[in-house]
């Protein structure tokens, strides 16, 4: 059961013999990948214990204060769970959050008629259509259907988030002379009311996904129960028999296997990505797929 900061930091003094039973920066690498909510720790409203002194599953209350000046109690699990699906920074402090609810405009009733009534409107998307072009990339059948595992081209995957994924594709396709345009992976299980999931970087030829992860700008992308999807789409894409890097910039900790942590797209980046990619297949399979210079 969760207990004020003072009485939970007195118990561990107890517990453990010590006058600082964690030391200042004990916990840094845990929450150098949650931005906002250590800029919204004050440690002078919190006994002067410092977030670094505090594990992110501690049963503790602690005074946060948000960047427009309101303060509320929150655990740390608490906290780091609060975004949830939205962008907005406003959802790390519940004032704020609430503040920001509009009540609906009332919808006006219309009258159907009885004939009409009868009929059973289907919505449009409720599995997600699947658009392969092109030659058959991991076994698509002649009718057209795609199978699990199969990298096809989506209408529905977004547009790429950031230059630097640009970029980093852009490197990739110098090396390697595979088809860069297919966007998305058919899975076996539902991902957001979708049988695909959207890479940024589809290698179907190497079943090799990868993803190019950053806080963004607000410090919300990636972390809480973003990270808790991203972990999903990869389980998914490997029980369809992909791989997945991910390059984890800034204070992002790997994820996976094969995951690269860096600080941005860079010759030297993408070299780590090549030796993944002989890591995870084989160096002579990825060889197949390399470009050859012409030297006249």
Known sequence: ??????????????????????????????????????????PDLNSGITLTQVPPAAEVYLVWQCDFGHQFVATPEEQRQRPGQSRRRSTWCPECAAGARRPRAPVPSRTVSPVRSRTRRVPVRQISPLHPV????????????????EAFFSALAPTP?????GDLRHRLAQIFDVDFSL???????????????WPDIVIAELRVAIEYDTTGRDGLEHVGRREDTDRRKDRLLRAAGWEVIRIRCGKLQPIGPWDISAPGVSKKT???????????????????????LSLT
């Open 161 to 165: 988030a950031s230059a630097a994924e």
């Open 183 to 197: 966007n998305a992976v058919r899975v076996g299980r539902a991902f957001f009311a979708h049988h695909e999931v």
């Open 1 to 42: 059961m969760a207990e004020p900061v003072e009485l939970w930091w007195a118990r561990r003094q107890w517990s453990k013999a010590l006058e600082i039973p964690y030391p200042v920066g004990c916990y840094r690498s845990d929450w150098e990948r949650h931005p906002v909510l250590v800029r919204q720790y004050r």
């Open 134 to 149: 092109g030659e058959a990339v991991a076994g698509k059948s002649a009718v057209g259907e795609s199978r699990v595992g």
């Open 270 to 292: 993408v070299g780590r990505v090549i030796d993944r990619l002989c890591e995870i297949r084989g160096d002579l399979i990825v060889e197949c797929y390399r470009r050859r």
